[in-house]
């Protein structure tokens, strides 16, 4: 079989997500996707909804908030930006060489990139980012996919998108505004269609033969409509946001990280993580691991000291330090 080229033929954000899912847990060969968002805040699997996203002044102006099953931040889409989606086998996912598939269609309209810091591409002349990256594995596949600024809205960008206190107290409110660019204004000629057709050339300059197909024939239907209620749902995008009696809050070199705690006598309850880390499993490896444990600096961190995991460690190291 051939590597897969395909693209969304509509811009609901819900079924788009849901084509992405079933994509993904259909399996098979290698695959580009390509598929566009009307007026849509996406956020992280962890990110808490009510604080990431002016949300009820996005649905007044006839927006759409949606959640995505990866990690990572929170993204503005409109028909001026371009999302990809590498649906990958294990053996062959590669974030690097993924990333350079983006950055040789780019090249392709003169326009040199370089990779940076958290899987991000920036202009490098200007050192703005256009393509933010975020990841999910499954037993089999991987799935990467990230955003493309082509002539993305700046105004409503900034509008709906709320960063947290702790992001703008690292960076400062002017560097949160200057890490984004549009390509357009560097390539008059590109248009959507151009950079389309120019990624999927690049796709199989990379990975050898590939034919384009209809993404509805390639999936179960009955699957993808319910991934599209899935997507849909208030409890999948919001969840329950119960009162909270503690919120704890920072910023890691990886991510931030909010922790709500509700307490009795002393001793965690129940637990929420909300985070724009790029490891999607963080929220649900944290939030249990605080549970039952006592409200003290020692108490908190002790389980996720044992931690293999970095980002966990790193917590842990930060609740040990906090004046609780």
Not at 127 to 139: D, E, I, P, V, Y
Request: with cysteine; net charge negative; charged share 25%.
């Amino acid at each position: 079989m051939s590597n897969r080229l395909l693209e969304s033929p509509g811009t609901d954000p819900a079924r788009n997500l849901a084509l992405e899912e079933a994509l993904l847990l259909s399996g098979g060969e290698p695959a580009l996707f390509l598929w566009q968002n009307a007026h849509t805040v996406v956020i992280g699997r962890g990110q808490n909804a009510w604080k990431e996203c002016r949300a009820q002044q996005l649905e007044e102006e006839g927006g759409t908030l949606v959640r995505r099953s990866t990690g990572g931040g929170a993204v503005y889409h409109d028909l001026g930006n371009l999302n990809f989606s590498f649906i990958m086998p294990k053996g062959l996912y590669d974030v690097p060489r993924q990333l350079n598939v983006i950055r040789r269609a780019v090249k392709t309209f003169g326009i040199e990139t370089e990779s940076s810091g958290r899987n991000d591409i920036v202009l490098k002349e200007s050192g703005a980012k256009f393509s933010g990256n975020a990841f999910r594995l499954t037993q089999a596949m991987g799935l990467h996919h990230g955003t493309i600024l082509f002539d993305v809205d700046m105004m409503k960008l900034g509008r709906y998108l709320q960063p947290s206190k702790a992001k703008l107290q690292a960076k400062g409110v002017e560097s949160v505004r200057a890490r984004v660019g549009n390509l357009r204004p560097l390539a008059p000629q590109m248009t959507i269609p151009y950079l389309k057709a120019a990624l999927f050339e690049a796709f199989s300059l990379e990975y050898g033969k590939s034919e384009y197909g209809e993404i509805d024939e390639a999936l179960d239907p009955g699957q993808v409509h319910a991934l599209t209620e899935k997507y849909r749902s208030w409890e999948w995008t919001y969840g329950r946001t119960p009162r909270f009696d503690v919120t704890l809050e920072a910023r890691f070199p990886w991510g931030g990280v909010e922790l709500m705690l509700r307490l009795q006598n002393g001793v965690v309850q129940e637990a929420r993580c909300f985070t724009d880390a790029n490891d999607p499993e963080l929220a649900d490896r944290v939030a249990p691991a605080l549970l039952l444990c006592p409200f003290t600096p020692e108490g908190l961190g002790r389980t996720l000291l044992e931690s293999e995991r970095e980002e966990d460690r790193d917590i842990a190291e930060w609740l040990g330090r906090e004046q609780i």
